[in-house]
């Protein structure tokens, strides 16, 4: 994901004013020379060059990282990307005067098509800092403000979803295979279906499933699938996989 948001926000900010670190120096590497963005030796020393500092680790690495940063992050703003940590456990384990924004990106973030949900401590944000974060999350997408206690949801809506959708082209595709269209085009024809269509929901203002039924004729090919979609569970699917990813958030 940190790669994924690197890539994305060099829309607007210059290489020289970005620095990472990552764990694999091979890799990090292999970015620095792709993106001009210098590579730092250690987390500690990304994190001191920077006024703020994004952790996109994952949940589990959260403790070293954090014990090698802390005493080093006094007065900077922290981005944390780990769905299992509170704002309240990252002021407690940091222990220090910092400014924590939680943030929930999803990986379309690489090509400025991402999601993020955010959450803001408690802290006073000057005007300047409000900006440079609006810059930063907007560089590579949408962003949206919720309360803490939905980025559970935010995960199951934008974060892991692409997943789900990658799933259904994959799955489209095969079904329209089977009947004979090349699979490259299979994949062309149902991608730009499903950006097509999530376009539509995000410009036309209308409910989903008026859209919906927009497209399905009394007696068409579309109700037939619809109904068929039904039957297989596909709606109580979904929901079951946003419940799945929920859950697991808090039992993290």
């Known amino acids: 994901m940190g790669s994924a948001m690197l890539t994305g926000c060099l829309k607007n900010f210059r290489p020289g ?6 764990a694999d120096p ?3 590497r292999e970015l620095e020379e792709k993106t001009g963005v210098h590579f730092a030796g250690s987390a500690l020393e990304a994190a001191q060059a920077a006024r703020v500092v994004i952790l996109a680790v994952k949940p589990q690495v959260y403790p070293a990282v954090l014990s090698q940063l802390k005493g080093h992050l006094g007065g900077r703003i922290v981005i944390s990307l780990a769905p299992s940590y509170s704002i309240a456990q990252l002021k407690e384990e940091i222990g220090e005067d910092v400014k924590i924004v939680r943030a929930m990106p999803n990986t379309p973030a690489a090509i400025g098509q991402g999601m993020t949900g955010i959450s803001f401590s408690d802290d006073d944000y000057t005007d300047e800092e409000k900006k440079l974060l609006d810059d930063f999350f907007t560089s590579f997408g949408l962003v949206e403000t919720v309360p803490e206690n939905l980025m559970d949801t935010v995960t199951a809506a934008s974060g892991s979803s692409p997943a789900f959708v990658y799933m259904m082209i994959e799955a489209l595709a095969d079904g329209v295979v089977a009947y004979g269209m090349p699979r490259a085009k299979a994949y062309r024809f149902v991608a730009q279906a499903v950006s097509g269509a999530a376009q539509m929901v995000l410009t036309s203002g ?3 499933g008026l859209l919906k039924d927009a ?3 009394p007696g068409g090919t579309t109700i037939a699938a619809v109904e068929a979609l039904e039957r297989d569970g596909f709606r109580s699917s979904l929901m079951d996989a946003a419940a799945a990813v929920c859950d697991r958030c808090r039992k993290m």
């Open 17 to 22: 004013q970005i620095v990472f670190n990552r």
């Open 215 to 217: 497209v399905c004729s």
């Open 26 to 28: 091979a890799k990090g």
């Open 206 to 208: 209308q409910h989903p």
